[in-house]
């Protein structure tokens, strides 16, 4: 593979980590949505905001970070796991025409 063709290589890996990586995280942060609907529901079905906010927020607070726990794990699956795919993949490909090309001229 030409030096041209790894550096674009490289640098589609380097946009990939990158926009992956944000996405995942973002994937993995919108798993806790249920929770901020769930406070704001609870907060507006309350007779005295002021007084169920507390409550609410206890809740909040207990299912938020629960339902978010793993998102860098997302961000990390999306991220960095298609790059040596990709790279393999690549290879295994440039391989096997290399070998059919061989086969051809002999």
């Known amino acids: 593979m030409s ?3 790894r550096r674009i290589g490289v640098g589609l890996s380097v946009v990939w980590l990158l926009a992956g990586g944000y996405w ?25 905001p002021g ?3 507390g409550r609410c927020l206890t809740q909040f607070d207990k299912d938020y970070p629960e339902a978010i726990r793993y998102h860098w794990r997302d961000a990390l699956m999306v991220g960095v796991v298609p790059i040596p795919v990709a790279w393999l993949l690549v290879y295994g490909l440039r391989g096997l025409v290399r070998r059919r090309s061989a086969f051809k001229a002999a």
Request: aromatic content about 10%; some cysteine; charged content about 25%.
């Open 51 to 53: 007084d169920a906010a």
């Open 24 to 48: 995942g995280n973002s994937r993995g942060l919108h798993k806790g949505d249920f929770a901020v609907s769930q406070f704001a529901l609870c907060v507006e079905n309350s007779g005295n």
């Open 3 to 5: 030096k041209r063709w």
